[in-house]
C-alpha cells in the first residue's frame, strides 16, 4: 500500500469516502431495524404469544 497520508489503512479510502461508507451502513441499519420492528409488530398482532 502507498503511503498516501490521505488514505485510511487498511482499506486504502479516503477520509471523506469513509465516511460516505459509514454513513450508508448507518442508513441503512436503521432501515433494517425499522422492518424488522413493523414485522414484529404484525407478528405479534396476528398470533397470540401472550394470550
Do not use: Y
Amino acid at each position: 500500500m502507498s503511503s498516501d497520508p490521505n488514505k485510511v489503512w487498511p482499506t486504502g479510502l479516503t477520509v471523506a469516502e469513509a465516511e460516505e461508507v459509514h454513513a450508508a451502513l448507518i442508513a441503512g441499519t436503521r432501515v433494517f431495524g425499522a422492518i424488522a420492528v413493523v414485522a414484529h409488530l404484525l407478528a405479534a398482532v396476528a398470533t397470540p404469544w401472550l394470550g
